[in-house]
């Protein structure tokens, strides 16, 4: 399992920003996806969750009606586009591959290396 995200920047309050994760090693189509994120001096946080076919979508709170997961299985990359940012936003930003298809459950594992997203002035 490979996972590779890309996409994160600097961005101002209230901006826009859309993560990318680059999914080889196994048959992406298969599994539901995760992203989860790491703010400074934080552990671990679930962010939202996309099933293996892109029907079934979890938030959390946090995120709802700011944040859209989204996935190309054609090109095995899984996606995060992120609106209204604040910079409670801030934070390393990780793809997870799930174990099964379905969207029960939070995984944190196995994941990749991480992509920086700071939400400044």
């Known amino acids: 399992v490979q996972l590779v995200e890309s996409g994160g920047d600097l961005v101002q309050p209230g901006g826009s920003l859309r993560l990318s994760c680059a999914a080889s090693?196994?048959?992406?189509?298969?599994?539901?996806m995760s992203w989860v994120r790491q703010r400074p001096g934080k552990g671990l946080e679930w962010v939202s969750t996309?099933?293996?076919?892109?029907?079934?979508?979890k938030y959390a709170d946090s995120v709802k009606g700011r944040f859209t997961i989204s996935r190309d299985n054609a090109k095995n990359t899984l996606y995060l586009q992120m609106s209204s940012l604040k910079p409670e936003d801030t934070a390393v930003y990780y793809c997870?591959?799930?174990?099964?298809?379905?969207?029960?459950?939070?995984?944190?594992?196995?994941r990749g290396q991480g992509t920086q997203v700071t939400v400044s002035s």
């Open positions: 090693g196994f048959t992406f189509s298969n599994y539901a």
């Open positions: 997870v591959k799930f174990p099964y298809p379905g969207v029960s459950g939070a995984y944190f594992e196995p």
């Open positions: 996309l099933d293996s076919g892109a029907r079934i979508t």
